[in-house]
C-alpha cells in the first residue's frame, strides 16, 4: 500500500485525529527519519491541522516517544503473554522446547510480521543510527519486565539448573533472537543471497534444538 493510500484511509472521519497522527507519523517516521519528517508532514499526511500535533502530543518529540512506547508495550506484552500461555496449558511446568519456541516466536514474529514489521524494523534501525529517545525507556518498558518473566518461566522447567546461572541463560537465548532480527534487518538494507537461507522459522527451529541441547547439558553438569 502506498503512502497516499494509507492517508487516505486514514483521513476517514471516523478515524481520531489522535490516532491518525499516531499511524502516519510511524511510517513517516520509518520512511524518513525524526530529522526528516516535519510536523507539517505529520499533519498533512494525517489531514489535520499543525497545531493538533502540539494538541494532542506537546511536540513532534513526544509525539515519537509515544509511537515507540505504544510498540515497545506491544512487544513485552506479547512476549509475557507467550510465556503464561505456555505455563497455563502446562499446568505450569512445560517442556523446555515449548517454553522455547512460544517465547522465540513471540519475540520474533511482530518484527517480521509483514503487515508491520518491516516498518518497525525500519523505524529501529533508524533509531539505532539516529536516537532520540532516552535509553531508560528500552530497559524499564521491555526489556526488565521480559527478561524478569523468562528466568522465572525457565526456573520452573529446569529446576536443576542454579539460580545464578538461569539470567546467563536467558541473555544467551535473547542474543540469539536479537541476531535474527538484526539479519532479517540487513536483509531490508541489502540483497544478500547469504542472508536468504536465515529465514525466520528456519531460524527459531535452530534455535529452539539448539538452545535446549546446550540448556539440558548445562543444568545436568556435562559443561561447566
Known sequence: MTMSQDSSALRNPATGVRDRLLEVAEQLFAERGFDGTSIRDLAAAAGCNVASVNYYFGGKEKLYGEIWRRNLHLLRD???????????????????????????????????????????????????????????????DVIRPTLSAMQQALAKVCPELPESKVPLVVFSLIGQLIHTIWVKMMQHSMDDEALAMFEPARVIDHIVAFSAAGITAYAGGVIE
Not at 84 to 110: H, Q, T
Not at 113 to 131: F, K, Q
Not at 134 to 140: L, W, Y
Open 78 to 140: 506479547t512476549r509475557i503473554a507467550s510465556i503464561d500461555k505456555v505455563l497455563s496449558e502446562s499446568a505450569g511446568v512445560p517442556c523446555l522446547e515449548d517454553l522455547l519456541r512460544s517465547f522465540a516466536c513471540a519475540f520474533i514474529g511482530p518484527l517480521v510480521d509483514e503487515s508491520g514489521g518491516p516498518r518497525l524494523i525500519r523505524l529501529m534501525a533508524r533509531e539505532m543510527i539516529n536516537p532520540h529517545l532516552p535509553a531508560s525507556m528500552f530497559g524499564d
